[in-house]
């Protein structure tokens, strides 16, 4: 089955500055990753998501890249704000066969925390 | 139109109890995906159910977990007899009717505490 790794665990960084979060991947048939926020007591939100057809994604300040090559897949947040602050997670997942892109493998998560 | 309803939102059962917790997807949407987040952790995937149809139990526990989801009325993932390793946060996603690329919606969960 599919593995997702992601990385940091933990990201601290000052207001304004930018930060990444880097996840891979196992399964090749793998071909849609979305990016969720999850704050204190709250469900996953879907921030972002890149389906392999493409390389790059941008939304506002945030943006993805996906190298299938490589099975690695970013998120860039740019002029980070306190209210970023949250755990964020990267996932995995495919329609193959006809199946929905609701099956996802997620990554342990980041903590992602931003000084004022 | 309301998002995912989960319902409770905080469920405290004693060891040996039962556990019903309820999902209720968005408006349209007629498949549901149950998640386990234990402390700490990512979202584990445990099951994928459309309309009285279970399409995918490959993350369920073998036992005293079951889940379903009636033609009339939400979706429920019950535990039978829990035990303390159960305590952790169990989130419903949904997604549409027929349409294989689209993304999942998710509750706002529910954490059940097992004492």
């Known amino acids: 089955g599919e593995n997702v790794e992601q990385h940091p665990s933990t990201l601290s960084v000052q207001e304004g500055d930018s930060a990444v979060i880097k996840c891979t991947y196992s399964?090749?048939?793998?071909?849609?990753f979305p990016w969720y926020k999850q704050e204190l007591g709250k469900g996953p939100q879907l921030i972002i998501d890149i389906r392999s057809n493409v390389g790059e994604k941008k939304d506002q300040r945030i943006a993805v890249t996906l190298n299938k090559t490589a099975k690695h897949f970013s998120l860039h947040i740019t002029e980070t704000q306190p209210e970023d602050s949250a755990v964020y997670f990267c996932a995995a997942s495919s329609n193959a066969g006809g199946t929905s892109y609701g099956k996802l493998t997620f990554g342990q998560g980041t903590i992602l925390t931003v000084h004022p | 139109n309301a998002g995912v309803m989960q319902n409770p939102r905080h469920l405290v059962r004693r060891r040996g109890q039962e556990a019903r917790l309820r999902c209720s997807p968005m408006k349209g949407h007629s498949h549901v995906y149950w998640y386990r987040q234990l402390p700490e952790e990512g979202l584990k995937f445990m099951v994928y159910?459309?309309?009285?149809?279970?399409?995918?139990e490959s993350g369920m526990p073998k036992e005293r977990f079951s889940a379903e989801f009636p033609k009339e009325g939400p979706s429920i993932l019950r535990i039978q007899q829990v035990v303390r390793g159960d305590s952790a946060a169990y989130f419903c996603?949904?997604?549409?009717?027929?349409?294989?690329?689209?993304?999942?919606?998710f509750g706002q969960g529910t954490r059940l505490t097992v004492v």
């Open positions: 399964d090749s048939a793998s071909n849609y």
């Open positions: 996603a949904s997604s549409p009717l027929g349409r294989g690329d689209t993304e999942a919606f």
């Open positions: 159910l459309q309309k009285e149809n279970i399409i995918d």
